[in-house]
């Protein structure tokens, strides 16, 4: 760790004022509230694909009272193809907390705002130092991938010993603020110039360490060992789930969605019929729809994958005419038309996937 740690922040902070990122909608108009949300939408995202659905959410939720006030149907649409659901979930239920317990404002202290779901240590050092001028540290994964290469640490830094030191290293090197005499630089843009380095110059693969402010104090560049930190998590093998996905359609080109469970994997979003593998597809339509299918074709399976097992999805296609809308249990399962339903419906990305293959819109 440098001791003076104005060695590791300043050129830091030189350099982003050269070369940093200023046109993301994020940057713009900064509040508490859009900093927040931009926090949680790239925490498992990239920033290209994130711009399109930050600027959808904040047109549909502009505020974070309109966001406490919708349903948990309305925000999951908003968020259908970014993943990691329980993200959306929990922004809709800390705005809520927000609204009753402080007045409608994002707080301004570090506990206030670690107690509200989804907001973790990192994100609310991030809406702490960008939006409320204070001086909070973070540490998401482009600066963990800095300080990992500046300081070659040992172990995956994901959790652990690793983790902790990271904290450290943030901590140690986040400048003062309000900043020292004469000087510009504010912890918020410190944070941001952290996450645009690792974003734009210390990137996981080719990182342009020609470029870097930290080149000269980088370890793993002295030692010519760049893509070996950080160091990969522990693989280990997923065990493999394997389901049947029923594309039931009727002749007004519906499809039948189920809600699931608020519990399990995507839990309250509307996702596809599902059946286990060797089942038979005519006895679950005898059994729910009180018929035989007029035809029953299978398509190629493909993987989705979650952090604890792979699921192999076999999506079928099964006609099962008219007649069938008497089936439909209120808010339990409803017959979605994907090219003109307007109802809200957070799918699950696999289901996207089909709907948009076969009718070329979710
Ligand atoms: S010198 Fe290279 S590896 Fe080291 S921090 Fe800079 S970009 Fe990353």
New binding site residues.
Partial sequence: MLDNAKLFYQPVLDWHRKHGRSGLPWQQEISPYRVWVSEIMLQQTRVDTAIPYFLNFLQHFPTLATLAAATEDQVLHHWTGLGYYNRARNMRRAAQQVVEQHGGELPESFDDLIELPGIGRSTAGAILSISMAQRAVILDGNVKR?LA??HRLAGWPGSGEPLKQLWKLAEHYTPPDPPEHGALQTAGEYSQAMMDLGAT??TRHN???QL?P??DN?Q??QMNE?TLYPQPKPRKVLPVKEIQFLLLSNSDDEVLLDKRPPVGIWPGLWSLPELPLNNSVEDYCLERLGKSPLTVKAEKPFSHTFSHFKLMIHPVWVDVAESTKDIMEPNRSFWYNPTHSEKPAGLPAPVKKLLQKNFGKE
């Fill in positions: 800095v290469r500046v110059l210390c990182p342009q360490c870097c930290v080149s980088c793993a560049l760049v």
